[in-house]
């Protein structure tokens, strides 16, 4: 029988997929968006991007896609860390239905910048995250 799964808050500080369980021989999608989350707290494009599936998509909830393809979500990132290099956002609860996972964050832009609070809402295909919707408070 499979042990309970830990808690999210549990898994901080884990920026591979070591000690997290897998579904056959893949990760299970919770490690593959704090994968991506420990990617973009250290601002690593490369590895952040790793985790997307080359025709990914993100968009505010309910509305059009406005970045396509993971090309798109690269630069974007690029420009994102240039502009705030002190960016990361903090987990705040996480929640896993089916083939999503839906994280509330706190994100930090600089230390003196105040705070704001998204839901991001993760969308997968096998091991890949296709699609991103953001809720912004």
Not at 29 to 45: P, W
């Amino acid at each position: 029988m499979d042990e309970p799964r830990p808690h999210a808050g549990r898994r901080f500080g884990h920026s591979r997929f070591a000690g997290h369980r897998v579904r056959g021989d893949r990760p299970l999608i919770e490690a593959v968006v704090q994968s991506q989350l420990d990617a973009y707290n250290a601002q690593d494009v490369d590895a952040l991007c790793r985790h997307f599936a080359d025709d990914m998509m993100v968009a505010d909830l309910n509305a059009e896609p406005n970045l396509h393809g993971v090309a798109a979500f690269r630069e974007r990132h690029v420009g994102l860390f240039a502009q705030f290099p002190q960016n990361r956002a903090e987990l705040l609860s996480r929640v896993v239905i089916g083939n999503t996972v839906i994280d509330h964050e706190r994100v930090f832009r600089s230390p003196d910048a105040t705070p704001f609070e998204v839901a991001a809402i993760y969308t997968f295909a096998g091991d890949k995250i296709v699609r991103v919707d953001f809720v912004k408070a």
